[in-house]
C-alpha cells in the first residue's frame, strides 16, 4: 500500500512551513506548483477556483476536526501559506492561488479508482468513500 501524496500550489518554502506546522503529515511525499498558472495542477486534474462553479444544492461538508490549539496554529500561518503572484498584488484585489480548489484521487496501480473535485472549500469526500475504493474498508 502506498499511501498519501500531497499536491498543492505555492512555493517550496510556503510547503516545508506548512509541513512544519502539520508534524502529523511527516514522511508523506508532497509536491508544489510554484507556476503563475498552476499547470502542473491543473494537468492533475484540479481545475476549479472559488466561483467557478454555481452550486445548485449545499456541498456535503465535514467540519474539520481540530483542537483549539491547531486551530490557533492554523490561523497564525494562513496568511504566509497562502500563495502570491511573484509580482504581488493590488490592494482590494484577491490573489488566484488563494482560490484554486483541490480535489481527491484514489489510485489503485495505474488506474484511477476514485476522483472527487472540491466545489468549495472544506466539500471534501468521506474517508470511508475513498478507502472503500482502493479496498481498504
Not at 467540519?63 to 494562513?78: D, H, I, Q, R, S
Not at 489503485?108 to 474498508?137: C, K
Amino acid at each position: 500500500m502506498g499511501g498519501p501524496l500531497f499536491i498543492s500550489v505555492g512555493t517550496s518554502e510556503q510547503l516545508r512551513q506548512f509541513l512544519e506546522v502539520n508534524p502529523e503529515l511527516e514522511g508523506c511525499p508532497a509536491l508544489v506548483d510554484d507556476s503563475e498558472d498552476f499547470a502542473a495542477y491543473r494537468g492533475a486534474g484540479f481545475n476549479y477556483l472559488i466561483g467557478d462553479k454555481v452550486l445548485t444544492s449545499p456541498p456535503q461538508m465535514v467540519p474539520p476536526t481540530m483542537g483549539v490549539g491547531k486551530w490557533f496554529k492554523y490561523l497564525a500561518n494562513v496568511a504566509s501559506l497562502s500563495p502570491m503572484p511573484k509580482g504581488g498584488i493590488s490592494f482590494g484585489q484577491v490573489p488566484p492561488g488563494v482560490k484554486v480548489l483541490g480535489g481527491t484521487y484514489a489510485i489503485d496501480g495505474e488506474d484511477v479508482v476514485f476522483g472527487h473535485m472540491d466545489e468549495v472549500p472544506g466539500a471534501t469526500p468521506a474517508i470511508d468513500d475513498v478507502m472503500s475504493a482502493v479496498g481498504l474498508r
